[in-house]
């Protein structure tokens, strides 16, 4: 039967018109910056969204940053800015989201991580991880209520899952809502978060808290300017090395009052958050990819100007070749890996484990690329002003955020054997 079926098959190649093998295609000039024609995969309207996220980054963000990393500082007005430009919440459809593709938004994120992981991270906080888990588990209200704000950027969104004992074991913590002891249809939370995006100047937070009653854990929507004075504090985390430009802190609530309707009502367990992290997950692995190909970029113009030896340029020799072309390969399978999976994400035939593969994977590429090209600057890789040492502290922090990457290792690994290696 095989036989038959190759027989037929070429039969039909011998059908085919002869083409000169020489005149088949025109000669392919190979694109340094986007080496496998990653472009070719995208829709006219995402290469669109891409160049509006790309000017807007390089003409507004860039500017901004080295001040940003050394004053520690970030500059909530950028969220507003994105809000404007339809950026936050991209992939939600409707409460003014733009309702775009997965992929158009892992555009996005590899813009703005060109210019910086700490502005990504801040976008990525209120549209993946609050935004998409309102989206995703909120109530009607809670929807029409928050969505918009946080679209436009005028409120500000955090997400509290970390604890200071509970970093790669969320399903430990401590944080507990009891029912309130004077104050009917309300409950009470207590506990701290740490190392939390956007916390000390966020209006609305994503906190995670066993409910007490059923030891299960809830997600609740906690507004400030509804928590009563010392019920709670978000002291920020400062003198940070990495992830400068943007805000981190706690979230330290002592019985804060949080009215019932604030909980989301169907999703209990890990799932919740989770949910929310594959959404976010997705987003670094395209983000990390921006953040290494502005490496590339950097380190290839210097390499062309910096002279060395009979007035060469550094670019001239094999083991600086070397560098741009290892970086340079892991920066295109990681675009083609995860527009994939932002395909099929959109499909419906996502695994989180395939999330799991990209965040990992491109993230430890980026940083052990990002770290070499350092190289290639000498002592300027020190200043600030070639940007690379910065990436490379940044890259860091993401390999480390939103579960590490061993811990992706050991997701990856439960999934092929079948045996859970945590406990
Ligand atoms: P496990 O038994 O694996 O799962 C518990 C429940 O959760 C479900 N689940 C998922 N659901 C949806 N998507 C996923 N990816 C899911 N993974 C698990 C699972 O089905 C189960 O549901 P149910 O209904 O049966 O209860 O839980 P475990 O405790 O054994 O988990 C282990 C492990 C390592 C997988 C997990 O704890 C983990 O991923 N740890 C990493 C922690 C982490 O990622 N933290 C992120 C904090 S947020 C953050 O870092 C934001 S930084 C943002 C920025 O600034 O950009
Ligand atoms: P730990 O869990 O203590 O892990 C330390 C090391 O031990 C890691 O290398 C880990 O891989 C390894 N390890 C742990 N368990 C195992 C095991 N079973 N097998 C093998 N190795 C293991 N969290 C939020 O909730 N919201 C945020 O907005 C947020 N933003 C952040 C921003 C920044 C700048 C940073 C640095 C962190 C942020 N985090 C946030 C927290 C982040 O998600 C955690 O730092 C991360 O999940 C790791 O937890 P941990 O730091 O407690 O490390």
Same mark, same amino acid.
């Given at each position: 039967m095989i036989r038959n079926a190759l027989r037929r098959s070429f039969a039909n190649v011998a059908k085919l018109p002869i083409i000169s093998k020489r005149h088949a295609h025109a000669p392919v000039a190979f694109n340094w910056e986007d080496p496998l024609d990653s472009a070719s995969l995208f829709t006219e309207e995402e290469l669109a969204i891409q160049e509006t996220a790309k000017s807007y980054c390089q003409e507004r963000m860039l500017p901004r940053v080295l001040d940003a990393y050394r004053d520690e500082h970030y500059e909530r007005k950028i969220l507003e800015e994105m809000g404007e430009l339809g950026l936050l919440g991209a992939t939600i459809k409707g409460y003014d989201c733009a309702g775009v593709s997965s992929v158009a938004s892992g555009l996005i994120t590899r813009e703005v991580e060109r210019v910086d992981s700490g502005?990504?991270?801040?976008?990525?906080?209120?549209?993946? *991880?609050?935004?998409?888990?309102?989206?995703?588990?909120?109530?009607?209200?809670?929807?029409?209520?928050?969505?918009?704000? !946080?679209? %436009?950027?005028?409120?500000?969104?955090?997400?509290? !899952?970390?604890?200071?004992?509970?970093?790669?074991?969320?399903?430990?913590?401590?944080?507990?809502?009891?029912?309130?002891?004077?104050?009917?249809?309300?409950?009470? /939370?207590?506990?701290?978060?740490?190392?939390?995006?956007?916390?000390?100047?966020?209006?609305?937070? !994503?906190?995670?808290?066993?409910?007490?009653?059923?030891?299960? /854990?809830?997600?609740?929507?906690?507004?400030?300017? &509804?928590?009563?004075?010392?019920?709670?504090?978000?002291?920020? !985390? %400062?003198?940070?090395?990495? *992830?400068? =430009?943007?805000?981190?802190?706690? /979230? &330290?609530?002592?019985? $804060?009052?949080?009215?019932? =309707?604030?909980?989301?009502?169907?999703?209990?367990?890990?799932?919740?958050?989770?949910? $929310?992290?594959?959404?976010?997950?997705?987003? /670094?692995?395209?983000?990390?990819?921006?953040?290494?190909?502005?490496?590339?970029?950097?380190?290839?113009?210097?390499?062309?100007?910096?002279?060395?030896?009979?007035?060469?340029?550094?670019?001239?020799? &094999?083991?600086? &070749?070397?560098?741009?072309?290892?970086?340079?390969?892991?920066?295109?399978?990681?675009?083609? =890996?995860?527009?994939?999976?932002?395909?099929?994400?959109?499909?419906? %035939?996502?695994?989180?484990?395939?999330?799991?593969?990209?965040k990992r994977q491109n993230c430890d590429r980026a940083l052990v690329n990002a770290r070499i090209l350092q190289e290639v600057f000498g002592g300027n890789a020190v200043s600030d002003e070639y940007h690379i040492g910065r990436h490379v502290a940044n890259l860091f922090v993401t390999q480390t955020y939103e579960g590490q990457s061993d811990i992706h290792a050991l997701i990856l690994g439960r999934a092929i054997t079948g045996i859970q290696a945590f406990v």
């Open positions: 502005y990504r991270s801040g976008m990525s906080v209120q549209s993946s *991880l609050v935004m998409g888990g309102i989206d995703e588990f909120g109530t009607q209200e809670q929807k029409d209520k928050y969505l918009p704000s !946080l679209a %436009k950027g005028k409120m500000l969104g955090c997400f509290g !899952l970390t604890e200071p004992n509970h970093g790669s074991d969320p399903g430990s913590m401590e944080t507990i809502a009891k029912p309130h002891p004077n104050k009917e249809g309300y409950l009470s /939370i207590s506990g701290a978060k740490t190392w939390i995006t956007n916390s000390p100047i966020a209006e609305l937070m !994503l906190v995670w808290a066993k409910l007490q009653t059923t030891g299960k /854990i809830r997600g609740f929507l906690i507004e400030r300017n &509804q928590c009563p004075p010392g019920t709670l504090e978000t002291p920020p !985390l %400062k003198n940070k090395n990495g *992830l400068r =430009a943007s805000v981190t802190g706690m /979230i &330290q609530l002592d019985e $804060c009052p949080v009215p019932e =309707a604030n909980m989301f009502p169907n999703i209990e367990g890990l799932r919740g958050p989770f949910s $929310c992290l594959n959404s976010a997950r997705y987003g /670094i692995a395209w983000g990390v990819m921006g953040a290494l190909e502005d490496c590339i970029a950097r380190a290839r113009t210097y390499a062309l100007e910096r002279r060395q030896f009979k007035h060469n340029p550094i670019a001239k020799y &094999q083991l600086v &070749q070397k560098k741009l072309s290892d970086a340079t390969t892991d920066a295109a399978y990681g675009i083609l =890996a995860a527009t994939q999976v932002g395909r099929l994400k959109d499909e419906g %035939k996502m695994a989180p484990e395939m999330v799991s593969m990209i």
